[in-house]
Nanobody, 124 residues
């Protein structure tokens, strides 16, 4: 079992920045990928960014590439999502998810564990 707890969401103005954190616990990481998804009202949950725990390979959705950066901290068992240049289109509940595998998948159905989500609201 893997438990994921997100934090760091909040309200920011357009052009601002936030850093989300995802603390993982419950088992030893090996060939595991941790990713961020988001879901806005009336829309499907979509992939944002992800990182393989061991190798550090990353992947990004086209909509956030160049603005968001995903990283990991081995000592803290934590994954981060640094979000810069935020726009109102980034407003959503952001979820941390984990899957078995050494590469990043953008398919939400590939993920077995999910956090509770953290709200990000960007005002214009």
């Amino acid at each position: 079992q893997v438990q994921l707890v997100e934090s760091g969401g909040g309200l920011v103005q357009a052009g601002g920045s936030l850093r989300l954190s995802c603390a993982a616990s419950g088992r030893t990481f090996s060939r595991i990928t941790l990713s961020w998804f988001r879901q806005a009202p009336g829309k499907e949950r979509e992939f944002v960014a992800g990182v393989s725990w061991n190798g550090g390979a990353t992947g990004y959705a086209d909509s956030v590439r160049g603005r968001f950066t995903v990283s990991r901290d081995y000592a803290k068992n934590t994954v981060y999502l640094q979000m810069n240049g935020l726009t109102p289109e980034d407003t959503a509940v952001y979820y941390c998810a984990a899957r078995s595998g050494a590469w990043v998948s953008g398919d939400k159905n590939d993920y077995d564990y999910w956090g509770q989500g953290t709200q990000v609201t960007v005002s214009s």
